[in-house]
């Protein structure tokens, strides 16, 4: 009998022009740690051409990492509502002056400020949309960087706290609608008109109209 031979898994490469949307078994399932980082350098590096952050699960890879944004150059153009409050929402338009990106691997967080703030959020795997959620207006952190740094105790404010609670929801298989402030008056609002395509090509009918709340017709008579 001939011996097996066990190859190391690698991670496959990235099509980001396939990223998965709501109803995609992968935005639903607790994502798994990075064992090493070497694997995801491939997937980190596609993934910094198209989003101000990104986690894993958005392109169908269940692992423990995400792209946070750390600045956006003075000037630069984003392509949605042009609010950089609105985590996995905005794409870079100018080429010349691209964000900065961290790669965030196995991120924890250890503590929370009592003080909250809402605002508005948007996710790529639901396109089109927005709704304000609270999150803890400051955060400490610990994350490994895509060089191998552990990076502990980091403490984020504002809208850096807001993208690193949106991002880690989504590694356990949590999205932003989950969390929807329903005392508002819209608590979802549309925000681009091409919004009712995409419920009709990419995202699962099931598990939208499964939310009571999500009322297209609503949402859009005042057109």
């Not at 961290?102 to 089109?128: H, Q, R, W």
Request: hydrophobic residues 40%; contains cysteine; proline residues 4%.
């Amino acid at each position: 009998m001939g011996r097996k031979v066990f190859r190391k898994k690698k991670v496959r490469a990235v099509d980001m022009h396939r990223l998965v949307y709501l109803g995609n078994a992968a935005l639903r399932t607790v994502s798994r740690d990075v064992k090493d980082v070497m694997q995801i350098v491939p997937v980190v590096k596609a993934m910094k051409s198209i989003v101000v952050s990104s986690p894993s699960p958005q392109v169908g890879v269940n692992q423990r990492f995400f792209l946070m944004i750390e600045s956006i150059p003075q000037g630069n153009v984003a392509f949605g509502l042009c609010n950089a409050s609105s985590p996995c929402i905005c794409r870079v338009v100018d080429d010349d002056t691209p964000f900065t990106y961290e790669a965030v691997i196995n991120p924890v967080i250890n503590s929370k400020s009592a003080a909250v703030t809402k605002d508005f959020e948007g996710c790529l795997s639901f396109p089109g949309y927005q709704g304000v959620v609270s999150r803890a207006e400051v955060i400490d952190v610990t994350y490994t960087t895509l060089d191998g740094r552990k990076i502990e105790n980091r403490t984020l404010a504002n809208l850096h706290a807001r993208v690193f609670q949106h991002e880690l929801d989504h590694l356990d298989g949590v999205m932003f609608l989950d969390k929807i402030d329903m005392s508002v008056r819209s608590p979802l609002i549309v925000v681009w008109r091409s919004s009712l395509l995409h419920r009709q090509t990419l995202i699962h009918d099931d598990e939208f109209r499964s939310r009571d709340y999500l009322d297209l017709q609503m949402l859009l008579k005042d057109d």
